[in-house]
T-cell receptor, first 114, second 111 residues
């Protein structure tokens, strides 16, 4: 398996623009997680899905953030409109349980909002 | 509030030495604890997972321990190598289906 795939790897955009991050989990994993990593706050869980259904989105910072998982092999995290404080590395991870087993992380998307 | 702390934030050790990385957590009702490695510009790679019923796990030169009563976990690295240089993060599952991450220890092995 190729592991968790994320695209793009790097994204530079201007404030106010819409940003869409993409993730393909490992086949057979029914849990998918979106994290954000910054120097100030470390690694934070934004939202996670089980069998394509959002289970906990309490980490989503505000209404500008939304996430979808239309099928078992694809998820998106959208920011609209983007702001400079959204600049961070966004990771997608997948696994076979929410916290009872290993999570497999993608390489991340480094987002810079100017 | 359930928190995970890693001190120090950075550590430098000469090659060949054994070393210990520390992780502390606030809630002894922990479900499991994981140690991850993160290389610069990369994602996290899981190293070891310790269930609450276990006291330690070993993989090669790595040994992780878990002491729930004291709220501590350690990652022991034997005979350190320059390739061990990375940031090491611990993450606790407090039974709420989420992982709570520490802020990591950046390890540098000096050749």
């Amino acid at each position: 398996d190729a592991g968790v795939i994320q695209s793009p790897r790097h994204e530079v955009t201007e404030m106010g623009q819409e940003v869409t991050l993409r993730c393909k989990p490992i086949s057979g994993h029914d849990y998918l997680f979106w994290y954000r990593q910054t120097m100030m706050r470390g690694l934070e869980l934004l939202i996670y899905f089980n069998n394509n259904v959002p289970i906990d989105d309490s980490g989503m910072p505000e209404d500008r953030f939304s996430a979808k998982m239309p099928n078992a092999s694809f998820s998106t995290l959208k920011i609209q409109p983007s702001e400079p404080r959204d600049s961070a590395v966004y990771f997608c991870a997948s696994g076979t349980s929410a916290g009872g087993d290993t999570q497999y992380f993608g390489p991340g998307t480094r987002l810079t909002v100017l | 509030k359930q928190e995970v702390t890693q001190i120090p934030a950075a550590l430098s050790v000469p090659e060949g030495e054994n070393l210990v990385l520390n992780c502390s957590f606030t809630d002894s009702a922990i479900y499991n604890l994981q140690w991850f490695r993160q290389d610069p510009g990369k994602g996290l790679t899981s190293l070891l997972l310790i269930q609450s019923s276990q006291r330690e796990q070993t993989s090669g030169r790595l040994n992780a321990s878990l002491d729930k009563s004291s709220g501590r976990s350690t990652l022991y690295i034997a005979a350190s190598q320059p390739g061990d240089s990375a940031t090491y993060l611990c993450a606790a599952n407090f039974g709420n289906e989420k992982l709570t991450f520490g802020t990591g220890t950046r390890l540098t092995i000096i050749p």
